[in-house]
């Protein structure tokens, strides 16, 4: 049986915002494996486990540029939202994403080496971190050119999305981006949504079914048929396909219509999509959570 830390409760309680006593029995039942974990506190949670994917775990901004039919995504991370405030890193970050419109590198390392200022990027990049005194990376960027149309939104500067659309309204585009930023679907359609992710929510969909079992078992009843099960689980995985990929979802600036049925309503497809939300994926430093609950103790004790 692995050892349960205080540092494991803190860091699966910051991805998942359950609480501390349920965060250490996940544990405890996964044996010390986080990402269990974490499909275990979803089973017992539901969406309550769910807010990982909001959360953001590193600081910085993302910028974005179109010119006609090409356009660039990028994000530039910072150690502090402090930084993310300075005009110069402020102007690093569109300047960035300007040149990667223009240049067509072929990765970070190839937009590092473009020229700017008389200088390089990377040197300029350099420079700033010596001004500023704190660590700055170009992270990603994504670049679009097309014989259509481009539109980008940006939710203050920390979610970045640009949409690839072909139709007259130039404010449909907008509007999908807007939606894109605050449902946050993961794939155009249900048939892209990565096979990873499904076979993911089918686990939780089975680990949930099972949970169900035991507790009708435990209450004297008779547990649902197999049959039944199964289609549940799928439907759980459908339901989920649903409510992920940005033709299915409802769109936010009316409900009773898909983002699909509104996008034939206006004579517009939609062709593909990027959004980039400032330190996904990043892991945040970890902290002795022991530490931090003990002063929070002491300190309400003074107060």
Do not use: W
């Amino acid at each position: 049986m692995a050892a349960i830390t205080a540092a494991m409760v803190g860091e699966l309680r910051a991805k998942t915002d359950a609480p501390m006593m349920e965060c250490k029995k996940a544990l405890t039942e996964a044996d010390g494996d986080m990402a269990k974990a974490e499909e275990i506190l979803r089973v017992k949670l539901g969406s309550k486990a769910s807010k990982a994917a909001s959360r953001i775990t590193a600081e910085g901004v993302v910028a974005a540029y179109i010119s006609g039919g090409v356009g660039a995504l990028v994000e530039v991370n910072c150690e502090t939202d402090f930084v993310t405030k300075n005009d110069d890193f402020i102007a690093l970050a569109n300047t960035v994403a300007k040149l990667v419109a223009e240049n067509n590198p072929a990765d970070v390392a190839a937009l590092s080496a473009l020229p700017l200022e008389g200088k390089t990027v990377e040197e300029v990049r350099a420079a700033l971190v010596g001004k500023i005194g704190e660590n700055m990376s170009i992270r990603r960027f994504k670049r679009f050119e097309t014989g259509t149309k481009l539109a980008s939104y940006l939710h203050g500067t920390r979610i970045g999305v640009m949409v690839e659309f072909d139709g007259a309204d130039d404010q449909v585009g907008k509007d999908v981006a807007m939606h894109i930023a605050a449902m946050k679907p993961v794939a155009l359609s249900s048939e892209q949504v990565p096979a990873e992710l499904i076979e993911k929510e089918r686990n939780v969909a089975t680990l949930k079914a099972a949970e169900d079992a035991e507790k009708a078992k435990a209450d004297g009843k008779t547990p649902q048929s197999a049959e039944i099960v199964a289609k549940r689980v799928d439907g759980s995985v459908q339901k989920f396909l649903k409510e992920v990929s940005l033709l299915n979802q409802a769109f936010v600036k009316n409900d009773k219509q898909t983002v699909e049925q509104m996008l034939k309503a206006a004579n517009t497809s939609v062709k593909s999509f990027t959004m980039f939300v400032v330190g996904e994926g990043i892991e945040k430093k970890v902290d002795d959570f022991a530490a931090e609950v003990a002063a929070q103790v002491a300190a309400a004790k003074q107060a």
